[in-house]
């Protein structure tokens, strides 16, 4: 069984990473009903796949589909790493 670390943001990460959501930062609470629509929902795994600091968009693997997130949208969601 894997370990899991502490809640962390998901700004914290390295390309590569595998996380869960355990939750969502309360100070974007507007963007929670952005991230449920795309099925990021507590309990879901994904794998960092590329960060833009020039776009401020985050790209993951979930599930088989890819799904980009704006700096906001990944700011709101609370993970834990998997080692």
Same mark, same amino acid.
């Given at each position: 069984?894997?370990? *899991?670390?502490? =809640? @962390?943001? +998901?700004?914290?990460?390295?390309? !590569?990473?595998?996380? /869960? @959501?355990?939750? %969502?930062?309360?100070? %974007? !609470?507007? %963007? $929670? !009903?952005?991230?449920?629509?795309?099925g &990021?929902? $507590? !309990? =879901?795994?994904?794998?960092? &796949?590329?960060?833009?600091? +020039? #776009? =401020?968009? &985050?790209? *993951?693997?979930?599930?088989?589909?890819?799904?980009?997130l704006?700096?906001? #949208?990944?700011?709101?969601? %609370?993970? /834990?790493? +998997?080692?």
């Amino acid at each position: 069984m894997s370990r *899991m670390k502490s =809640r @962390i943001c +998901i700004d914290k990460l390295l390309v !590569g990473s595998t996380v /869960t @959501i355990v939750g %969502y930062n309360p100070v %974007y !609470g507007g %963007y $929670v !009903g952005k991230l449920l629509a795309k099925g &990021l929902t $507590v !309990g =879901r795994s994904f794998k960092l &796949l590329d960060v833009s600091n +020039i #776009e =401020r968009v &985050l790209k *993951m693997s979930s599930k088989g589909s890819t799904v980009v997130l704006s700096k906001p #949208e990944a700011d709101a969601l %609370y993970v /834990t790493a +998997i080692d």
